[in-house]
Every structure is written in structure tokens, then in C-alpha cells.
């Protein structure tokens, strides 16, 4: 059974940090590239970041680009969003995304986690 848990959200003020992580089972972590999307209140989804399996190799949406940091142990099943000098247009509820390299219909969505960034 594939399980996607996010955890680490919370409510913080403009200016400080969380730190997310995505802990997953039930497939082969190491083999999926791993993402963050996002959801605001009347918008559409976002990718916000995502690591490949192999290399590692990352891209971030230009809103977050210096200011969150995503990462993942392939060893612990986790991947991580670390957030840095939030902001309020970050507000949203964070979900995590694993993608098989191959077979695309290999997909899987955590439940999210409410994020909120207080001005």
C-alpha cells in the first residue's frame, strides 16, 4: 500500500521558516522523482520543487528560488521543504508528489499540509 505523509506544517509570520517532510512507503522511494506542490484558496495547483531520483538534480518555481531548499534521504523513505523567509503569498496547503521515472501512470499524492503564513 503507497502512503504519502506530509507533516511540519504549521502557522508562522512573515519572515520565518518551516521545515516539511514527506515520508513515504510502499514502493521504491530511491526510483521516483519526488516534488512539492502547492494549492492557495481559489488557485490552481503549483509545482514548487522537485528532486530527481538518481542525481538529485532540483528545480524550484522563480517565486521560491533562494528561499526554500528541497532534499531527500533516500535511505529514510523522506524527502524535506525547507522553508526559509516565508512570506503570506506562500500560504497554501503543501502536498507531496512521487513520479516513477518510467511508468508514468505510477503517480502518487500525499494528503497535504495547511500551511499559513501569517503578515
Known amino acids: 500500500q503507497v502512503r504519502l505523509v506530509e507533516s511540519g506544517g504549521g502557522l508562522v509570520q512573515a519572515g520565518g521558516s518551516l521545515r516539511l517532510s514527506c515520508a513515504a512507503s510502499g514502493f521504491t522511494f530511491s526510483t521516483y522523482t519526488m516534488s512539492w506542490y502547492r494549492q492557495a484558496p481559489g488557485k490552481e495547483r503549483e509545482l514548487v520543487a522537485s528532486i530527481a531520483s538518481a542525481v538529485g538534480s532540483t528545480n524550484y518555481v522563480n517565486s521560491v528560488k533562494g528561499r526554500f531548499t528541497i532534499s531527500r534521504d533516500n535511505a529514510k523513505n523522506t524527502m524535506y521543504l525547507q522553508m526559509n523567509s516565508l512570506k503570506s503569498e506562500d500560504t497554501a496547503i503543501y502536498y507531496c508528489?512521487?513520479?516513477?521515472?518510467?511508468?508514468?501512470?505510477?503517480?502518487?499524492w500525499g494528503q497535504g499540509t495547511q500551511v499559513t503564513v501569517s503578515s
Open positions: 508528489n512521487a513520479q516513477h521515472g518510467v511508468f508514468v501512470g505510477k503517480n502518487y
